[in-house]
C-alpha cells in the first residue's frame, strides 16, 4: 500500500521564479493538505484540498495556490519566489477532516537562492 | 486559536532510559490527537494516534496518553535506544481541517 508521494525530493530556485510541487496521496485518501516548515520549526498549515476545492486556507499569501486532480493527486504552486520561502514542503493526505488521522510525504526541500 | 507547546524542546538521555515528552493545548475542542516522529531533512512518520474519546494508546515501546480537560498529552518512551533519536512532534486537529504543530522535541540517545 503506497503512502503519499512527493516530488521533486530537491529544488532549487531563483528569487522572482515560480515553482510546482506534486503530491500523490495514500491510496483510499481522498484529501490532500499542503504545509511548509522552516528549518527549527513545526509544520505550518497552507491550505487543503477536498473534492477538487480548496476546503480552508492557512494564513499564507495568495502567492500560494494550488489544485487537485480528480484521481485525488495534488500541485501545490508558489509564484515570485522570496528567499523566505525556502523551506521543507510537506503533503499529507486523509479521509475527511482526519478522523482516522494524517499521512505524511517525506516532503520537498526548496531553496531559494 | 489552537496553540501547542512542547516541553523540553531538546532532550539528551542515556540508551536504555525511560523518558516523557510532553505536549500542551490551549483549546481542548479537539477531534483527536497525533504524534509523529521526523529525522533530520525528512517527512513526517505517524506514531500513536488519540481521538479525542480515548484516555491513551500504546505501539510497541510507545504509550501516549491524552487528558482533553487539562490540555495535556505525553509521549512515553520505554527503554530508549539509539535509534529512537529523532524529532518528536505533537498536531492537534481541532477540526476545520487542519493540524496544529508544537515546534517539537528533538531526542538524542547515546550508547
Known amino acids: 500500500d503506497a503512502g503519499v508521494t512527493q516530488s521533486p525530493t530537491h529544488l532549487i530556485k531563483t528569487r522572482g521564479q515560480q515553482v510546482t510541487l506534486r503530491c500523490s496521496p495514500k491510496?483510499?485518501?481522498?484529501?490532500v493538505s499542503w504545509y511548509q516548515q522552516a528549518l527549527g520549526q513545526g509544520p505550518q498549515f497552507i491550505f487543503q484540498?477536498?473534492?477538487?476545492?480548496?476546503?480552508q486556507r492557512g494564513n499564507f499569501p495568495d502567492r500560494f495556490s494550488g489544485h487537485q486532480f480528480p484521481n485525488y493527486s495534488s500541485e501545490l504552486n508558489v509564484n515570485a519566489l522570496l528567499l523566505g520561502d525556502s523551506a521543507l514542503y510537506l503533503c499529507?493526505?486523509?479521509?475527511?477532516?482526519?478522523?482516522?488521522?494524517?499521512?505524511f510525504g517525506s516532503g520537498t526541500r526548496l531553496t531559494v537562492v | 486559536k489552537q496553540e501547542v507547546t512542547q516541553i523540553p524542546a531538546a532532550l539528551s538521555v542515556p540508551e536504555g532510559e525511560n523518558l516523557v515528552l510532553n505536549c500542551s493545548f490551549t483549546?481542548?475542542?479537539?477531534?483527536?490527537l497525533q504524534w509523529f516522529r521526523q529525522d533530520p531533512g525528512k517527512g513526517l512518520t505517524s506514531l500513536l494516534l488519540?481521538?479525542?474519546?480515548?484516555r491513551e494508546q500504546t505501539s510497541g515501546r510507545l504509550n501516549a496518553s491524552l487528558d482533553k480537560s487539562s490540555g495535556r498529552s505525553t509521549l512515553y518512551i520505554a527503554a530508549s535506544q539509539p535509534g529512537d533519536s529523532a524529532t518528536y512532534l505533537c498536531?492537534?486537529?481541532?477540526?476545520?481541517?487542519?493540524?496544529?504543530f508544537g515546534k517539537g522535541t528533538m531526542l538524542l540517545v547515546s550508547p
Open positions: 499529507a493526505s486523509s479521509l475527511w477532516e482526519g478522523s482516522y488521522g494524517y499521512t
Open positions: 491510496s483510499g485518501h481522498d484529501t
Open positions: 484540498y477536498y473534492e477538487e476545492e480548496e476546503r
Open positions: 483549546d481542548s475542542a479537539i477531534y483527536n
Open positions: 488519540i481521538q479525542s474519546s480515548q
Open positions: 498536531a492537534v486537529n481541532s477540526g476545520y481541517s487542519t493540524l496544529t
